[in-house]
């Protein structure tokens, strides 16, 4: 990838402006974050504009597929580390159905997953896609079963051609993926069905070769799934296919993975640290399953940007008038472990968070994002007063010197609270209940 100044090197330099921006200079660093694109100046040579284009392309191909007006995305990643930038698409989690059951058992199949909800940081995430299987080798069974669970971003899994062109024609408002063979047939119908094609082999050599070969078509939406065998293999053959895509820039090696984890959850976790795009499941016990969203998004948050909770009144429990009311900064952490302590008291309570930038209590204080004018400012918005009949208000006790200028600016009784979380049931229980 080039600089900011090898960028500029190449652009005209005369500062005219039209591109938006105010110096070349600045659009040259623009081109490097991948902001904007190359031919955003009017006038740069063509020979620059190739050069660039080529230079700036991401080494890992974007791929989309699913629903056609909520499209999923793959690959793109740039990096091998997550510290070095970001990793930029989760994968997808594809939980595997057999179309050997009855479509009454499949129908209650895909409500069940349809229903499952996991909540992470005040987030809900549901089921990624569905794996249907052709073990019928039926085309009718097989294509009614991608006709029930066609909400879903779908993996057509089948080595029968019919069956996946029987499968694709009750699709019309998705893009599927299909994994079944990668010969000319399969590219061709592939390419002319609006899918992505899976290719797989037993060793990166062959999924280059078989890439080189399907790309040869002018065809490149395509995912590459390595057949391993075991963990062992599948760290060095994910970590490999990923090495050479980013650092050697390995064109042929440059597409999202598939990894087929089926019931073993290590293989699974495995493939969300290194390196899969799609991961195939065969589990919908839903502790399994949060885990492992769990661990995703660890790993697929950005590490640039702190986690944050939405600034509000957050009610725990059933509160009421007399409740007490809590206040702490938007950090998620801290919402986390205020949230489950308050929980662990069973006392209901209020809980306000405030916008500090997703910064912790005492960071957030030193940088003058949560200070006395700013908790005012949330207990007036977020209307806590018509809720409650008391005016008194808990805050973190490393912050205790808030309190003269909190309660003189909110009218607000401040009680310090415990400096420390895990007093916070002890505090309740001496203070309020
Ligand atoms: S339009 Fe081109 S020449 Fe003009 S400022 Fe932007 S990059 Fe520079």
Redo the contacts with the bound molecule.
């Keep these: 990838m080039m600089t900011g100044l090898q960028i500029y090197n190449q652009?005209?330099?005369?500062?005219?402006?039209?591109?938006g921006?105010p110096?070349?200079l600045a659009?040259?660093m623009a081109i490097s974050q991948r902001r904007v694109s190359p031919d955003?100046?009017?006038?740069?040579s063509s020979e620059a504009e190739k050069l660039l284009s080529e230079a700036m392309r991401p080494p890992m191909n974007k791929i989309k597929f699913g629903l056609k007006h909520n499209e999923m995305e793959i690959g793109g990643e740039e990096v091998l580390y997550r510290h070095e930038r970001t990793f930029y698409h989760q994968p997808a989690l594809a939980l595997l159905l057999s179309d050997t059951v009855s479509l009454e058992e499949l129908k209650d199949a895909i409500e069940t997953i349809r229903d499952m909800d996991f909540e992470l940081l005040g987030e809900i995430f549901k089921i990624d896609m569905l794996a249907i299987k052709n073990d019928s080798r039926n085309p009718d069974i097989f294509s009614e079963c991608a006709h029930l669970a066609r909400d879903f971003p779908l993996l057509l899994i089948s080595e029968d051609i019919d069956s996946v062109r029987k499968a694709r024609s009750v699709l019309k408002d998705q893009i599927p993926i299909i994994l079944g063979d990668s010969s000319e047939e399969w590219i061709e119908f592939a390419h002319n069905a609006d899918s992505v094609l899976v290719i797989r082999g037993s060793s990166l050599d062959e999924l280059a070769q078989k890439s080189k070969q399907v790309q040869s078509h002018h065809f490149n939406n395509i995912i590459l799934y390595p057949e391993v065998k075991n963990i062992k293999e599948a760290l060095v053959t994910f970590s490999s296919s990923r090495e050479m895509a980013i650092k050697s820039n390995c064109q042929s090696l440059g597409f999202p993975l598939l990894g087929r984890a089926g019931k073993d959850l290590v293989i699974a976790a495995h493939f969300i640290c290194k390196y899969a795009g799609i991961i195939i499941l065969e589990t919908t016990d839903y502790e399994e399953l949060l885990t492992l969203m769990t661990l995703r998004f660890n790993i697929y948050s950005d590490p640039r940007k702190p986690l944050m909770m939405e600034p509000k009144l957050y009610e725990i429990g059933k509160p009421g008038e007399n409740s007490p009311v809590l206040v702490t900064t938007n950090f998620a952490l801290t919402y986390h472990m205020v949230h489950s302590e308050i929980v662990t008291s069973h006392v209901p309570c209020f809980l306000l968070i405030t916008a500090s930038d997703g910064l912790s209590v005492l960071s957030a204080w030193a940088a003058d994002k949560f200070s006395s004018e700013i908790i005012t400012k949330s207990i007036k918005n977020s209307r806590i007063e018509d809720k409650v009949s008391h005016r008194k208000i808990i805050i973190p006790g490393c912050v205790a010197s808030l309190k003269m200028k909190l309660e003189t600016e909110s009218g607000w009784e401040a009680l310090i609270g415990p400096g420390d979380a895990p007093m916070i049931p002890q505090f309740l229980k001496a203070h309020w209940v």
């Design positions: 652009l005209p330099k005369t500062n005219c402006r039209k591109c921006f110096t070349c659009f040259a955003n100046c009017p006038d740069i």
